[in-house]
């Protein structure tokens, strides 16, 4: 029989979602009787989530893996060489986020502007406080880069508060809410006409320790930097420093190179930073709109066809 396991625990409502698109099918969920449910991963057609527990029965050479749906948007931490050797075919969540982070980018746009997370530090002192005369985000320039699902939200947002939008994407390909869009090669304009810089990019050859010392001295000494894609996109020491030396004006995180974020390292301590436990794409709805994609792709696959949304490149590793 063939046999499809799932690595994320979910609700019995979503097993019985799978159960009626592949009634013909092994559904083996994950339970913490691990001999039960890792007996049947060499057996496995399709994995659903992915674990490194389970990565070496997965990838043995009998293996009778055919294709991967993680339950993230990123597969940096996937096998992917591994994948690519054996033929595996890797699809992720990509889409599930654009309204929970795009929210939480533009809240910490807001809070920057409007210097609520100064405020919160007065509230936990009990201190009044005075902070002078306070900012907008309306009519100020915001720079995206890696307009996915999850930019081309932040950009529909950003133009209710009459922002213009400048884009990056490696195609130049325009979005409708996007003012003007740009290959990399218009990363430096972008970096120096934005006044908040969102970075939603995945982690990659190409886009790790994209944002180092130079491109944060291409930036206006006004403007924040937000990182909700992946923390290996930036140079940390880089931006540590910037911060320190008032090149930029601050830096909104919830995604770092190191996680949790160690308890030295100086960001917790700084007031112009804000920091998230990368959470910014938690939602009650996620399971849910996961699933509606993992479904579609199944209904592909058990019709004979190889799954249409949100197929990896396993060579460009997004």
């Not at 009459?162 to 990363?187: E, K, Q, Y």
């Amino acid at each position: 029989m063939r046999t499809i396991v799932c690595l994320h625990r979910l609700p019995d409502e979503q097993y019985d979602r799978i159960r009626e698109s592949a009634p013909d099918w092994q559904i083996i969920q994950r339970s913490n009787e691990s001999s039960l449910w890792k007996a049947h991963l060499k057996e496995a057609e399709i994995v659903l989530g992915w674990s490194h527990s389970a990565a070496e029965a997965i990838l043995a050479p009998d293996s009778k893996l055919r294709w991967v749906q993680n339950w993230g948007a990123g597969v940096d931490k996937l096998p992917l060489n591994d994948l690519a050797r054996l033929g595996v075919m890797v699809t992720n969540a990509s889409g599930v986020h654009a309204f929970p982070i795009s929210e939480t980018i533009l809240a910490m746009m807001m809070m920057f502007a409007r210097e609520l997370h100064t405020a919160v530090r007065y509230q936990g002192r009990k201190e009044w406080g005075d902070f002078g005369s306070l900012k907008e985000i309306h009519n100020q320039t915001v720079g995206i880069i890696g307009v996915g699902a999850i930019g081309e939200e932040t950009a529909r947002l950003a133009k209710a508060f009459g922002m213009t939008v400048l884009g990056v994407r490696m195609s130049g390909r325009p979005s409708p809410h996007v003012d003007r869009m740009f290959d990399i090669t218009g990363l430096k304009e972008v970096l120096k006409e934005s006044d908040y810089v969102v970075v939603t990019l995945p982690l990659t050859s190409e886009t790790r320790h994209m944002f180092g010392r130079s491109q944060f001295h291409l930036m206006k000494s006004t403007a924040y930097f937000i990182n909700i894609g992946r923390g290996g996109t930036t140079d940390t020491n880089a931006l540590v420093e910037a911060l320190q030396e008032k090149t930029i004006a601050g830096a909104a995180l919830d995604v770092f190179e190191q996680e949790p974020l160690p308890l030295e390292s100086p960001l917790w301590g700084m007031d112009n930073v804000i920091i998230t436990p990368h959470n910014a794409g938690s939602t009650a709805q996620y399971d849910s709109r996961a699933m509606d994609i993992f479904l579609c792709n199944l209904q592909d696959y058990v019709e004979g066809r190889a799954p249409s949304v949100n197929r990896v490149d396993l060579e460009k590793q997004y």
